[in-house]
């Protein structure tokens, strides 16, 4: 299985400032097409996980500009503009290289500081 | 606009079968990756399995010996049975799409429907 680490567990942020929070797999999430198999969700309180961003860096229909993803291999990276009071909740990364066997990161929690 | 929605028994004793069915509704189950993902209480998500629309079927090696997933077009609805269930099965459990040929994100997802497994 690929294993996947995000860091921090925690995130408290201030809204406006810009935030990021990073996910390591224990593989390269990089497909022969070229692209790196790593989705990015938010799970806001009480509510199903939402997609972000897909494929490492492309942004899901709805998503803000304020999201966007970076990285390659095995280091992610997602990062927030600028911080809203709606951005909280727990960000999970995903890889989907390997399926059967596709596996979450263990979440950041984003909280207002 | 997609719509998913989990049913099924909130409670489930241990050793028998958890079965839950997902309605989709706004669109066809036709050209998509139809999946299941649970997430015990308090903690992190894991993937069960999926079913593509032609019937094939893909499972998460964790559980692969005791979960099946079914399809009914007919209905535009699909099933997840999950056996000898004990305590550690208990979650809220997710039903989600996947759209072809973008990786695999899951861009639809239904609200979760809690199964507590408990005598």
């Known amino acids: 299985d690929i294993v996947m680490t995000q860091s921090p567990l925690s995130r408290p942020v201030i809204p406006g400032e810009p935030a990021s929070i990073s996910c390591r797999s224990s593989q390269s999430l990089q497909h022969s097409n070229g692209f790196h198999y790593l989705d990015w969700y938010r799970q806001k309180p009480g509510q199903s996980p939402q997609l972000l961003i897909y494929?490492?860096?492309n942004r899901a229909s709805g998503v803000s500009d304020r999201f966007s993803g970076s990285g390659s291999g095995t280091e992610f990276t997602l990062k927030i503009s600028r911080v809203e009071a709606d951005d909280v909740g727990v960000y999970y990364c995903?890889?989907?290289?390997?399926?059967?066997?596709?596996?979450f990161g263990g979440g950041t929690r984003v909280e207002i500081k | 606009q997609v719509q998913l929605q989990e049913s099924g028994p909130g409670l489930v004793k241990p050793s028998e079968t958890l079965s839950l069915t997902c309605s989709v509704s706004?669109?066809?189950?036709?050209?998509?990756?139809w999946s299941w993902i649970r997430q015990p209480p308090g903690k992190g998500l894991e993937w069960i399995g999926y079913?593509?629309?032609?019937?094939?079927?893909n499972y998460n090696p964790s559980l692969k010996s005791r979960v099946t997933i079914s399809l009914d077009t007919s209905k535009n609805q699909y099933s997840l049975n999950l056996r000898s269930v004990t305590a550690a099965d208990t979650a809220v459990y997710y039903c989600?799409?996947?759209?072809?040929?973008?990786?695999?994100?899951?861009?639809?997802w239904g609200q979760g429907t809690l199964v507590t497994v408990s005598s």
């Open positions: 079913i593509y629309y032609t019937g094939s079927t």
């Open positions: 995903m890889q989907a290289l390997q399926t059967p066997g596709l596996t």
């Open positions: 494929l490492g860096s």
């Open positions: 706004g669109g066809s189950i036709s050209g998509f990756y």
């Open positions: 989600a799409r996947v759209p072809y040929g973008s990786g695999f994100p899951f861009d639809y």
